[in-house]
Each structure stands twice: as C-alpha cells, then as structure tokens.
C-alpha cells in the first residue's frame, strides 16, 4: 500500500486549500493512502478532496480529534513531535504552503532520503518544485 503525505499549515487561505483538495482528490484517484496532520487548512482541504474521490484518508493527530473527512485517526500524544512520525510513514511527500511546522517534516522527509514535492511551499535543496496540483501528485509518484 502506497502512502502519500499531504503536509501543510493549519490555516490556510483559499487558493492553498482548492491546491490542496485537488491533490488529495487525485491522490485518490491514483489509488495512494492519504496521510495528513489532521488538522484544518491544507491538511482538511486535502483530506476532503481524497475523500470525496473515495480514498483513503489516515491522520496523526497530535491529540483528540481529526477533520471530519478523515477515515482513521491516530493520536499521537507527541504535538509536533507527531511530525517524525509522518516522515517515517509516508513514501512521498507533498508540501502547500506551509508554517514551521511544515519545514520540520520536510527536513525530517528529506534527512531519510523521501521524495518531497512542494507546491507553493518552502524552497529547500532537494526539494522537486511543482507549479500545479496535477503536476505535484504526478512528481510525487514517479520514483
């Protein structure tokens, strides 16, 4: 089973949000696992977009409760500490926009050698821009 995190702030405006619901619809339709922060922003735009694809859609919430969208939640119990945990999860990485906590589980995700794709995000070397969502999902999967 493919697992691709999508990774992202927690408040994000419009433009993220349609970038990141369309990234997690076509996820989805490429038959990847969905793993998100569980959060709001980017990380329930994308959990949306999967899951009105019919994907699957996992969660590491750092405690309580994940977005309506997602299917399993896990809590953590570790905060951000929880930001490990998706780098270690996912085989592919997909960054929108993004705070701090979102530069932690790049360089978490690149330190092991993971693909990471940013859309809108940081600009950090070994990162793989991409200018859209189509073209963000399809770099996440090759390699």
Known sequence: MRI??????????????????EVGRRLAHAGVVVLTGG??????AASRGAKKAG??????????????????VI??????????LIANTAGAFVAIGGAYGTL??????LK?????VGLGSWRIPG????KTPAEAVRKALTG
């Not at 809590?75 to 490990?84: E, F, L, S």
């Open 75 to 84: 809590p953590t119990h570790m905060g951000d500490a929880r930001n490990v």
């Open 127 to 130: 990162m793989i821009s991409a």
């Open 39 to 44: 959060r709001g922003g980017v990380m329930e």
């Open 4 to 21: 691709v995190a999508v990774i992202g702030a927690g408040i994000a405006g419009a433009p993220l949000r349609r970038q990141a619901e």
């Open 55 to 72: 994907g699957l859609v996992v969660a590491l919430v750092p405690e309580g409760r994940a977005n309506p969208y997602v299917d399993i």
């Open 112 to 116: 092991r050698r993971k693909r990471v």
């Open 104 to 109: 932690s589980e790049i360089a978490f995700a």
